[in-house]
């Protein structure tokens, strides 16, 4: 790490994803399920974890460099991390060119920076077919969570997660009667398998930190 420079700054659309992000990164031993080195990492926001309330994905898209442009004299590296859906978007590929095009231009190393673009969003990290999720999700009811969204056509039979990972989420917490707040994302993020999470962009952010953060003895 060059002088005293902060291992990696998160940049992400809005308060349930810094949660997740809360949830991963400070859970017990969370290199070992991540597979890669400890990293000094502060979950504060305003520190490494960063949020463009003001923004969300949109805002991001559009002002990534901007708002990381004060963390190249801080930071080594910059993750950021926003969802794929939204009105206007030009698709996965395009955020992620256009956005790392931008940080470029604006200064940082084109290896120190990565972008996840979640497709469709944060929430297809978090689906699992895992009681751990219906715990969260405040679920206790028969018959069990995945069997009733099968039910419901919300989560098909066959599938990996549910098409409309968010908007289930949002049923299922209708049902019980819970606000949808960060607090159940972080507490999903902290307690659900890493290895069970099959999306994409998520392998994209494990892939990031291993490279970044080998872990010892990794080639």
Same mark, same amino acid.
């Given at each position: 790490?060059?002088?005293?420079?902060?291992?990696?700054?998160?940049?992400?659309?809005?308060?349930?994803?810094?949660?997740?992000?809360?949830?991963?990164?400070?859970?017990?031993?969370?290199?070992?399920?991540?597979?890669?080195?400890?990293?000094?990492?502060?979950?504060?926001?305003?520190?490494?974890?960063?949020?463009?309330?003001?923004?969300?994905?949109?805002?991001?898209?559009?002002?990534?460099?901007?708002?990381?442009?004060?963390?190249?004299?801080?930071?080594?590296?910059?993750?950021?991390?926003?969802?794929?859906?939204?009105?206007?978007? =030009?698709?996965?590929? !395009? +955020?992620?060119?256009?956005?790392?095009? $931008?940080?470029?231009?604006? @200064?940082?190393?084109?290896? &120190?920076?990565?972008?996840?673009?979640?497709?469709?969003?944060?929430?297809?990290?978090l689906w699992?077919?895992?009681?751990l999720v219906?715990?969260?999700?405040?679920?206790?009811?028969?018959?069990?969570?995945?069997?009733?969204?099968?039910?419901?056509?919300?989560?098909?039979?066959?599938?990996?997660?549910?098409?409309?990972?968010?908007?289930?989420?949002?049923?299922?917490?209708?049902?019980?009667?819970? =606000?949808?707040?960060? !607090? +159940?994302?972080?507490?999903?993020?902290? $307690?659900?398998?890493?290895? @069970?999470?099959?999306?994409? &962009?998520?392998?994209?952010?494990?892939?990031?930190?291993?490279?970044?953060?080998?872990?010892?003895?990794?080639?």
């Amino acid at each position: 790490m060059t002088g005293n420079k902060r291992p990696c700054v998160i940049l992400v659309a809005d308060s349930n994803m810094a949660a997740a992000f809360r949830g991963y990164l400070t859970r017990d031993q969370w290199h070992r399920s991540l597979g890669c080195a400890a990293f000094d990492f502060n979950p504060d926001v305003g520190r490494d974890l960063l949020v463009d309330e003001a923004g969300n994905d949109p805002g991001v898209y559009s002002r990534a460099h901007e708002l990381l442009r004060p963390y190249l004299n801080t930071h080594e590296r910059a993750l950021v991390a926003l969802d794929c859906e939204w009105e206007g978007s =030009p698709g996965k590929q !395009a +955020i992620i060119n256009d956005i790392t095009a $931008r940080l470029v231009k604006s @200064g940082w190393e084109t290896k &120190a920076v990565k972008v996840i673009a979640i497709e469709p969003e944060l929430e297809n990290w978090l689906w699992q077919d895992n009681p751990l999720v219906a715990q969260a999700l405040r679920y206790r009811s028969e018959p069990r969570l995945r069997t009733l969204l099968a039910q419901q056509g919300l989560w098909p039979e066959g599938e990996p997660k549910p098409p409309r990972p968010k908007e289930t989420a949002e049923w299922v917490l209708r049902q019980t009667r819970q =606000p949808r707040s960060s !607090a +159940i994302y972080e507490e999903l993020a902290g $307690r659900v398998s890493i290895k @069970g999470c099959t999306d994409a &962009a998520f392998m994209e952010l494990h892939a990031t930190l291993q490279g970044w953060f080998p872990a010892e003895g990794a080639a």
